[in-house]
Nanobody
Framework: QVQLVESGGGLVQAGGSLRLSCAAS????????MGWFRQAPGKEREFVAA????????YYADSVKGRFTISRDNAQNTVYLQMNTLKPEDTAVYYC???????????????WGQGTQVTVSS
């Protein structure tokens, strides 16, 4: 079955960096667009970034442009999210997801990981 497993979350001070990873199995990874979403307590899940199946196209939410970078390694079936200059408002559970269509809408994604907590202290 399809599994997406996130890692790399943790507690970091404002201005710091974290790199999230999402290892995929059970699917033909190179044919899927991959996205990162986040959900803070009491809020809806929101789009963070997405990358096309080949890595050639990348999309970002305005709130993270210039600070976060999405990338993928199709040989390793892994997608990454490099997060720099973190802010307290970035605190959330971060999820990776797989989709055949590049989309910013969570409802469009077929598969989801279990999430990894990112906490940014001020």
């Amino acid at each position: 079955q399809v599994q997406l497993v996130e890692s790399g979350g943790g507690l970091v001070q404002a201005g710091g960096s974290l790199r999230l990873s999402c290892a995929a199995s059970g699917l033909t990874f190179s044919t899927y667009n991959m996205g990162w979403f986040r959900q803070a307590p009491g809020k809806e899940r929101e789009f963070v970034a997405a990358v096309s199946s080949t890595g050639g196209r990348k999309y970002y939410a305005d709130s993270v442009k210039g600070r976060f970078t999405i990338s993928r390694d199709n040989a390793q079936n892994t997608v990454y999210l490099q997060m720099n200059t973190l802010k307290p408002e970035d605190t959330a559970v971060y999820y990776c997801a797989a989709d055949h269509f590049a989309s910013t809408r969570p409802s469009e994604y077929d598969y989801w990981g279990q999430g990894t907590q990112v906490t940014v202290s001020s």
